[in-house]
């Protein structure tokens, strides 16, 4: 079936503001290709709280949310220029499946440690990929050069209005879903799109944004009310799709109070919480896509009856998730 993208609002400009109601246009442009994942209950220290189930989207993460949003809104001179997108791997699958669905040619500026399921499932939506050293290589100086030298449309993973709106859809769904606002909702977080999205779908909610200790760049940013990058000595984490070197602006803006403080988690609590998740919802969650689960488990966050953990992606590296079910 081909998809009909809604019409392009000619009133929006490349530099606007992401706002609540674009997230609501958003949750309606998502709603009308994808039916709404899974808010399932979970009982935590004897307290029943609810995970969003975003690996059970086409692509295995939120992340073709913002991609749908962003691509869908592009006019048709923007869309026969392509597309260019930079990502580990979820943002790079988003991306590659929206443009196949619209007939947009898309490149991914991808780290050459990316997992091998990532870089194989985005090939295999058509996308080009385009490899850099991580660390080594500025993948945002990649991606501009590609952008330059193919004329086409940059899709950045987190510092976009478009995709911030579309990440946000995400509670608009939960909001439905629960039949209220939620009391809080902890999500992981790599730049702070869905963070920043999830602020302006649900204002009356607290926001914990959760990062890898030593790649908690917006957590940091928030204390420091300016943009904080991680050093050149941030330590390895098993979080591949959590590792931006640094916020952006319009995330730290629509994040400056209306989030709460930053929470870090480490790997072995996120390894616990891929456990956790696994056996308790029989749901496989990558690394990254835990993080909100583990500074949950980890009673690095408080909870009650209105708590959502949003469960962002279950890419996999089938072998690395069964050494981690295995060590438990």
């Known amino acids: ?82 597309v260019v997108a930079v990502s580990s791997g979820n943002h790079a699958q988003g991306v590659a499946w929206a443009a196949r669905r619209l007939g947009i040619a898309a490149t991914i500026v991808m780290p050459r440690d990316a997992p091998q399921v990532k870089l194989d499932a985005t090939r295999a939506l058509g996308a080009e990929i385009v490899l850099y050293e991580r660390p080594g290589e500025d993948r945002d100086a990649v991606a501009a050069r590609e952008v330059e030298r193919r004329g086409a449309v940059l899709v950045h993973a987190f510092a976009d209005p478009w995709v911030i709106e579309g990440q946000g859809s995400a509670g608009i769904e939960i909001a439905e879903q629960l039949g209220r606002a939620p009391s809080r909702i902890v999500a992981p977080c790599g730049g702070g799109g869905l963070s920043a999205g999830l602020a302006l779908a649900c204002p ?101 009856d209105g708590t959502v953990v949003v469960l962002t992606g279950g890419n996999c590296d089938p072998q690395r998730f069964a050494e981690t079910l295995a060590a438990g």
């Open 1 to 82: 079936m081909n998809a009909q993208p809604p019409a392009s609002d000619p009133n929006r400009s490349p530099d606007h503001a992401p706002t609540r109601e674009g997230v609501l246009r958003a949750a309606e442009a998502v709603a009308a290709i994808l039916p709404p994942t899974p808010l399932l209950p979970v009982e935590v220290s004897g307290t029943r709280i609810w995970a969003k189930a975003e690996m059970l989207q086409p692509v295995g993460a939120f992340k073709i949310r913002g991609a749908w949003h962003r691509l869908s809104a592009l006019d048709e001179s923007d869309r026969a220029r392509g």
């Open 204 to 304: 009356q909610s607290r926001i914990h944004p959760v990062e890898p200790e030593g790649w908690d760049m917006v957590g940091r940013s928030l204390v420091a009310g300016r943009i904080v990058r991680a050093g050149e000595d941030a330590p390895k984490t098993i979080c591949d799709a959590l590792q931006p070197t640094a916020t952006a602006p319009i995330n730290l803006s629509v994040l400056n109070g209306r989030s709460e403080p930053g929470v870090a988690v480490s790997d072995e609590e996120v390894r616990a919480a891929q456990r956790f998740a696994f056996a308790r919802l029989r749901l496989v969650v990558e690394p990254g896509g835990a993080a909100a689960l583990a500074a949950v488990l980890a009673g690095k966050v408080p909870v009650d």
